[in-house]
Nanobody, 115 residues
């Protein structure tokens, strides 16, 4: 079992920045990957960015060049740096660990981008 706790959500104006953090009970270096997902009202949950233990990253097209996923040195915290935020980035953001076939989800943190 891997426990995940997200933090860092909040209200931000368009063009602003936020950093989300996902603290895991298992290091990114010991699992297959960690992903940040989001779910906007009335929409399906979608993968925003992911980080594999080997270091490879993935970004959904709409967030490329705006969002950055990275871990701290210990690997227990994976952050999502979000810049140039847009109203359409408003969603609940979740982190999910893929522990070699076993998926674990956090409870999410709400990001609201509004003027």
């Amino acid at each position: 079992q891997v426990q995940l706790v997200e933090s860092g959500g909040g209200l931000v104006h368009p063009g602003g920045s936020l950093k989300l953090s996902c603290v895991a009970s298992k290091s990114i270096f010991s699992i297959y990957s960690l992903g940040w997902y989001r779910q906007a009202p009335g929409k399906q949950r979608e993968l925003v960015a992911s980080l594999r233990s080997a270091g490879r990253t993935y970004y959904e097209d709409s967030v490329k060049d705006r969002f950055t996923i990275f871990s701290d040195a210990s690997g227990y915290t994976v952050n999502l740096e979000m810049n140039s935020l847009k109203p359409e980035d408003t969603a609940v953001y979740y982190c999910k660990v893929d522990d070699y076939g076993m998926d674990y989800w956090g409870k999410g943190t709400l990001v609201t981008v509004s003027s």
